[in-house]
């Protein structure tokens, strides 16, 4: 025979035994989401710890729940930080800014001018910098407004002509004078260099320089052209001298020839007319001859040493011939 076996069960047996499957499922799901939960929160608290500094940058620590600004300047590298803080980033390199700006001359002109110039963050007030402007950005405006100040101040210490002919002077007095005014505006910006890019000026002024300046070379050009008329003029002058005193040289040295042979010649006939004095007073001293003796005597000494004598006479009288004696004719 079979026996039958009963099973009953009561209603709260069965409540109780659901219940207490059901809280050790619901205990195990909810110890693995507060695992995950709490796993996703270490995660996000370890990214939020952590951030890259780059090589080109420096920056300060900020712990953003408790407003804390760090004193301390991070480099590059990766650096540890409070939950939800961040790092505020600057510039670490040199950087470069170009401004354009209308610059007011010593003489009144409006002149345009390009410039660029190189600067860099001091380090050392970075917590000072961050403190007074907040962001590299709005320091940078800032900077720039002192710049275009101190440039501008350069440019009224100098002529627009003067922004051509003397053009390194002018870009050294700006560097001077920005460097001034970042100084005086306490930026703390390291300025290395300053170009003068372009220069541009109004076109009445150029052209009236341009006209200033053709003037001047026509000034120039009939400079040099009286220089070199001048220079031919007294290059020709020397060549006359040269000539003129050749000339005289020449004429004192034959009238010191002449003066010399007609001494010479004087000195000649002097002493020939001498002898002969001599010779005559001697003859008429030892002959005792009268002036008039002594005068007959001369002529006959002339006449023996001349081979030939030519003596003038008078012309001879008329001779007539012809049968007709009214008609006559002069031999």
């Known amino acids: ?51 890259t500094i ?32 961040e790092y505020l980033i600057w510039p670490r390199t040199t950087k470069t800014q170009s401004e354009t700006l209308n610059c007011l001359s010593q003489d009144g002109v409006v002149v345009t001018t390009q410039i660029a110039y190189q600067y860099t963050v001091d380090a050392k007030q970075l917590r000072y910098l ?25 440019c009224t210490k100098h002529t627009a002509l003067e922004y051509q002919t003397r053009r390194a002077a002018v870009q050294a007095d700006m560097l001077t004078y920005l ?38 070379n026509n000034i120039e050009k009939v400079k040099n052209n009286k220089a070199q008329q001048m220079t031919q003029a007294k290059t020709n002058l020397l060549k006359t001298q040269v000539t003129a005193n050749k000339t005289l040289a020449s004429a004192r040295t034959a009238a010191a020839m002449t003066t010399k042979t007609a001494g010479a010649e004087a000195s000649i006939v002097q002493g020939r007319y001498e002898s002969q004095a001599a010779t005559y007073k001697k003859v008429r001293t030892d002959r005792g001859l009268s002036s008039e003796g002594l005068l007959a005597y001369i002529s006959t000494r002339l006449m023996d040493e001349l081979d030939t004598m030519t003596i003038g006479m008078a012309e001879p009288a008329l001779v007539a011939y012809g049968g007709n004696l009214s008609n006559t004719a002069r031999v």
Request: hydrophobic share 40%; aromatic share 6%.
């Open 130 to 154: 961050i403190l007074n402007y907040k962001t590299y950005e709005n320091w940078q405006s800032y900077l720039s407004v002192n710049a275009r100040t101190g440039i501008r101040n350069a």
């Open 54 to 85: 780059d090589s080109t940058e420096i920056a300060l620590h900020y712990n953003t729940p408790q407003c804390i600004l760090g004193t301390e300047v991070a480099t590059e590298g990766l650096k540890g930080k409070a939950p939800f803080g």
């Open 179 to 216: 460097k001034a005014r970042i100084t005086q505006g306490k930026m703390h910006a390291i300025i290395t260099d300053l170009q003068l890019t372009q220069v541009d000026r109004p076109a009445a002024y150029e052209a009236a320089v341009d006209a200033k300046e053709n003037a001047r």
């Open 1 to 51: 025979m079979s026996e039958e076996v009963s099973c009953t069960w009561s209603p709260a047996e069965v409540c109780t035994d659901c219940c207490d499957a059901m809280d050790s499922e619901v205990k195990t799901m909810c110890c693995g989401c507060w695992s995950c939960v709490l796993l996703l929160l270490t995660i996000i608290m370890i990214a939020c710890s952590l951030e």
